[in-house]
């Protein structure tokens, strides 16, 4: 089941910007890490970015290091990812999830989805 909802995605030249929102669709869930996920097609789901729930401490794939940027909003149990500087490599489905674990950045540890919205990125 869709248990969380992203916002934000749509097309963007090379260069510019989007702003992705992720928020639970229903019922609040606890999770100890939020994280974005990207697939592109013909590719496998990829690692983007994580932040902890506890403390705040993030951790990005080196791809997008320096130009994304993942936050959240804990009064409105939101996560963000602002993404600056884009390439059209970074073209995919963005995809937010959630798991109760610590840290990871695996997407089989992750048990909280969004059925994701869509990044394209033109030249």
């Known amino acids: 089941q869709v248990q969380l909802v992203e916002s934000g995605g749509g097309l963007v030249q090379a260069g510019g910007s989007l702003r992705l929102s992720c928020a639970p669709s229903?019922?609040?869930?606890?999770?100890?890490?939020m994280g974005w996920f990207r697939q592109a097609p013909g590719k496998e789901r990829q690692f983007v970015a994580v932040?902890?729930?506890?403390?705040?401490?993030?951790y990005y794939t080196e791809s997008v290091e320096g130009r994304f940027t993942i936050s959240r909003d804990t009064a409105k149990n939101t996560v963000y990812l602002q993404m600056n500087s884009l390439k059209p490599e970074d073209t995919a489905v963005y995809y937010c999830?959630?798991?109760?674990?610590?840290?990871?950045?695996?997407?089989?540890?992750?048990?909280?989805w969004g059925q994701g919205t869509q990044v394209t990125v033109s030249s």
């Open positions: 932040i902890s729930r506890n403390d705040g401490a993030t």
């Open positions: 999830a959630g798991t109760s674990l610590r840290w990871t950045t695996e997407t089989k540890f992750y048990d909280y």
């Open positions: 229903g019922r609040t869930f606890s999770r100890s890490m």
